[in-house]
């Protein structure tokens, strides 16, 4: 058999069934959760002007480095990217529509970043999230920390781990950022030429390197939380208090800060102790109060978090849990008679709501009922030159073998339904 000639880009991959499958359950499971709690879906463009993005920071290797851009057909072009994260494209659409606050929405879809594909990360990735904005409140945060702790409970996941850290307002970062800034440069022959690099641009970033000669200088590097004012110090503290009040475990990051410079306040990470410490985070978020003001919107605070697909999978992979994967079909129609009753046959049992699939190319008995049990059909409804002479059907339960019956033609639906119902 030879090659095709063509395969899909570096960094992404076709998904099939059952992969397919559970990423659209997992997706469905996230929106049944987040609408229960208020929140509506929205669907933004896949591109966007590039300038939203650069929204997120100069800094940040996701602007830096990672963005996929390019120009229109436009006279003159405009200079588009494609999104490499959706909290950007959340709030340039509140600022362009001025809904009413709070403005609570979900969403799901693809995000491109240019960067070293790895375990559970692909350029072309996955992410399911939610944002509320237009509220200061700590008890937004707090439900959105447990939007998050309820999907992953819902799939069945039980050794995720909550981190929290506040990043504090700007007088606390600019405080912090001075101290901190200080430091690494007293220390900075310690430092990878990564992070030294990273240090001449935003020192906060350092902080998130993972590399093992890096952690000696972070491990004793100060923290955020000694830099808070009263206001950010009360509103983390009343964060604390309300996940305790609903029994919510979480361990305190002090050097949590996440990947984007636009984060302030109340910061989280979802992490598993299932995958291996350096692919280990299945998703996370902040408050980012000063991105929609940025995007041209009016003073506008807001919280959300992103959750990984992709990486939540291999957690549950590694926990062995929402790996079945049951069949979309439960009944195969085999026509030994031309296909042409297939045709009705299917017709009326999929306007009953039941799963129904067939064979074509005029197949045989024998490979007609491979593909039925290759199909994991439960239920055969089978026409050979007998049944048709009779005006009836054969139907048999694929999973037990306990033989056949043939019943009216008519009574198709009627007899399907019934066996479903009482088939397990």
Request: glycine share 14%; hydrophobic share 40%; proline share 4%.
């Given at each position: 058999m030879s090659k095709s000639l063509f395969r899909s880009p570096r960094g992404t991959r076709d998904i099939l069934a059952p992969e397919s499958t559970r990423r659209h359950q997992l997706v469905n499971r996230f929106g049944e959760i987040a609408e229960r709690s208020g929140f509506g879906l929205l669907e933004s463009p896949i591109f966007e002007d590039v300038s939203v993005f650069q929204r997120i920071g100069a800094s940040t290797d996701i602007v830096t480095k990672e963005l996929?851009?390019?120009?229109?057909?436009?006279?003159?072009?405009?200079?588009?990217?494609?999104?490499?994260?959706?909290?950007?494209?959340?709030?340039?659409?509140?600022?362009?529509h001025r809904p009413t606050v709070p403005w609570k929405v979900w969403y799901h879809g693809p995000q491109f970043r240019y960067e070293r594909p790895q375990s559970g990360r692909y350029r072309q990735f996955m992410q399911v999230g939610a944002e509320t904005l237009g509220s200061d409140d700590p008890h937004a945060d707090v439900e959105m920390i447990g939007l998050g702790l309820s999907f992953y409970e819902a799939v069945g996941l039980r050794r995720v781990r909550l981190l929290l850290n506040s990043l504090g307002d700007v007088e606390s970062r600019s405080a912090y950022r001075y101290a901190l800034t200080r430091y690494l440069q007293q220390r900075s022959t310690e430092l990878t030429e990564q992070s030294l690099a990273t240090l001449g641009v935003n020192p906060l970033r350092v902080l998130d390197s993972k590399r093992p000669a890096d952690q000696p200088v972070i491990s004793e590097a100060p923290v955020m939380t000694d830099f808070l004012t009263e206001e950010s110090a009360a509103h983390f503290q009343e964060v604390q208090d309300c996940l305790d009040g609903l029994d919510v475990s979480y361990e305190l990051?002090?050097?949590?800060?996440?990947?984007?410079?636009?984060?302030?306040?109340?910061?989280?990470?979802?992490?598993?102790?299932?995958?291996?410490?350096?692919?280990?985070?299945?998703?996370?978020?902040?408050?980012?109060?000063?991105?929609?003001?940025?995007?041209?919107?009016?003073?506008?605070?807001?919280?959300?978090?992103?959750?990984?697909?992709?990486?939540?999978?291999?957690?549950?992979?590694?926990?062995?849990?929402?790996?079945?994967?049951?069949?979309?079909?439960?009944?195969?129609?085999?026509?030994?008679?031309?296909?042409?009753?297939?045709?009705?046959?299917?017709?009326?049992?999929?306007?009953?709501?039941?799963?129904?699939?067939?064979a074509f190319d005029r197949r045989s008995m024998k490979a007609q009922m491979k593909l039925a049990d290759r199909s994991e059909a439960r239920i055969a409804v089978i026409v050979g030159p007998d049944e048709q002479s009779e005006g009836v059907v054969s139907v048999r339960d694929l999973r037990s073998h306990a033989g056949q019956q043939k019943i009216p033609e008519a009574d198709t639906v009627k007899t399907v339904k019934r066996l479903l119902s009482t088939l397990s």
């Open positions: 996929f851009e390019f120009n229109d057909k436009g006279n003159p072009p405009q200079r588009l990217a494609l999104r490499p994260e959706l909290t950007a494209g959340v709030c340039r659409a509140f600022a362009q990051a002090p050097r949590l800060v996440r990947g984007l410079d636009y984060y302030t306040r109340t910061t989280f990470e979802f992490v598993t102790d299932s995958l291996a410490a350096a692919q280990n985070a299945v998703g996370g978020g902040g408050r980012y109060d000063g991105l929609v003001e940025s995007l041209g919107g009016p003073s506008t605070p807001g919280i959300g978090l992103a959750l990984g697909v992709d990486r939540t999978l291999l957690a549950c992979e590694a926990e062995g849990v929402l790996a079945e994967v049951s069949s979309a079909v439960r009944v195969f129609v085999v026509d030994t008679v031309g296909g042409s009753q297939a045709v009705g046959l299917c017709d009326r049992l999929r306007r009953a709501g039941i799963s129904t699939d067939r």
